[in-house]
């Protein structure tokens, strides 16, 4: 049913008219892993490995209709009370998934598309035990930099945050940051809070630390005035067509999740809210 509407809704361009009412505000879209066709169906209950066919799909729509800008280039017009360029759209993946390396990487560049990919420095190091996916190795992360791909922070070993004291905090940031500046040599480094969750406490401690920026599970656009460290993001999903994914860039699914809020707010809280349908890495999870 939702896929139905969301197609009548695109192809009566209702979707283009809130894309327009909300070409000022920038999206950061997250993505985790891309799958080549040909490969089996990965096991994916948090559905995050997108096939590489429905991928492109969705770059083809970014590139018709949006103007996709590094994370750094928004962050600087932010700090500097720039207005944003319209439509603008900042690709980001989460995990550090070996497949970005293998799949995404090559595609983003043929198309001249930047994106920043968020690494879980355990998992390149090799110090978290094996959990059945691959990642990527500081070879390819320092071949990746070096290619054009801003490399950030999603921590040391992916816990939650605000689960922890705030000495755990800092070593998870500040040891995840002095890892991939050793790798990277990057100006900046912005963070990706691990499931989207912070607190003013750990965002405050990120600030101090150096990171660049902090992007939470929380669903939404950023307009001008966002906070650096509480900046929203758009999860795309594995099963996203191209209906459902031009209403989820063009701000529609926000809506529709501040509807629910307010007009059905017990099934908002007894299902988990569309914001974090893939913000769950399975790289902690047992």
């Not at 992916?158 to 705030?166: A, E, G, I, K, T």
């Not at 926000?254 to 007009?263: C, G, K, P, S």
């Amino acid at each position: 049913m939702k896929r139905f509407l969301f197609a009548l809704l695109k192809a009566t361009r209702v979707i283009s008219l809130l894309a327009w009412l909300n070409r000022g505000k920038a999206t950061i879209l997250c993505y985790h892993s891309v799958v080549e066709d040909g490969q089996p169906a990965p096991h994916d209950p948090h559905k995050q490995h997108i096939r590489l066919s429905l991928f492109l799909e969705h770059l083809d729509h970014l590139q018709e209709n949006y103007r996709v800008i590094p994370l750094d280039h928004f962050l600087r017009a932010l700090r500097n009370k720039q207005r944003l360029p319209d439509y603008s759209i900042v690709l980001t993946f989460d995990d550090g998934f070996h497949d970005f390396f293998s799949v995404a990487a090559k595609e983003l560049s043929e198309r001249q598309l930047p994106a920043t990919v968020f690494i879980i420095t355990g998992r390149a190091d090799s110090t978290l035990p094996p959990n059945g996916e691959s990642f990527l190795s500081w070879q390819e992360v320092e071949q990746l930099t070096r290619s054009g791909i801003q490399v950030g922070s999603h921590t040391c070993s992916h816990p939650r945050l605000p689960d922890l004291s705030l000495a755990e905090v800092r070593r998870e940031l500040a040891d995840s940051r002095t890892a991939i500046l050793d790798h990277t040599k990057q100006a900046d480094l912005p963070l990706s809070y691990p499931y989207g969750e912070t607190s003013e406490p750990v965002s405050q401690l990120a600030r101090s630390l150096g990171y660049s920026c902090g992007i939470t599970g929380e669903l939404g656009q950023n307009s001008s005035d966002a906070d650096i460290f509480a900046l929203r993001r758009t999860v795309i999903a594995s099963d996203d067509d191209l209906a459902t994914f031009a209403a989820r860039v063009s701000g529609l699914t926000e809506w529709v999740h501040r509807l629910r809020q307010i007009f059905r707010p017990e099934e908002v809280n007894e299902r988990e809210p569309e914001a974090s349908l893939a913000c769950r890495s399975p790289a902690n999870q047992t």
